[in-house]
């Protein structure tokens, strides 16, 4: 049985090609175009894995990360941050925001694959 991941991305054709690639790896995913939506999603889907843009509207992907690791109930949940952003302090800002790890668009899908692989292997159920 695959796992639940939440994909929060405000770019249509990114997020089609997310889910896309969250269906073909076999897991179950729900979207989220802005920050607010992401929690919502998030809180009611209790994901294995959150892929997540940075960049969103109404929140930032920072501090959906932050809301994510401030919940107990959702501390076994990853994050794996997306972004355009791909300078040092960016990377480092989404780490110390406690992102699992941090892809740069544009990404590979071979690559992006292999990550989630390695992120949702061993998880429970």
Known sequence: MGKRVVIAEDEESILA???????QAGHESRSARDGNEALGAIEAFRPHLVLLDLMLPQKSGLEVCFAIRANPRLQDTKVLMLTAKGG?????????AGADDYVIKPFSTREL??????????MAP
Do not use: K, P
Request: glycine share 8%; aromatic share 4%; hydrophobic share 55%.
């Open 88 to 96: 040092a302090n960016e990377v480092a800002r989404g780490i110390a």
């Open 113 to 122: 694959a292999e990550r989630l692989r390695l992120l949702l292997d061993g």
């Open 17 to 23: 090609s997310l889910e896309f690639l969250v269906r």
